[in-house]
């Protein structure tokens, strides 16, 4: 695990219009804005994500999705807003 990275779980909350699980991570003392989108979570899990399950399932994966997004760092794939969605 890249330890410049560190994202908050336990404050993940669901959007429900855009779709996807938020929260929060820092990256080198940065705080950065992360997402990860409902079908990034099926695919990770394997089953149809909605907002009725989608935390659960981000809990289920988390750390798929932490790999996720040191690769999307490492790929500088960030938003132009700077935020971080996988």
Do not use: H
């Not at 289920?60 to 999307?72: L, R």
């Amino acid at each position: 695990m890249n330890q410049s990275l560190i994202l908050a779980a336990d404050e993940a909350q669901v959007d429900t219009a855009k779709a996807r699980v938020c929260f929060y991570g820092q990256l080198n003392g940065a705080l950065l804005t992360c997402a990860v989108r409902f079908t990034t979570l099926s695919t990770l899990a394997g089953c149809a994500v909605d907002t009725d399950n989608a935390q659960a399932i981000v809990e289920q994966v988390w750390f798929d999705i932490e790999e996720q997004m040191e690769a999307a760092i490492e790929s500088e794939a960030f938003e132009p807003d700077g935020s971080l969605v996988i």
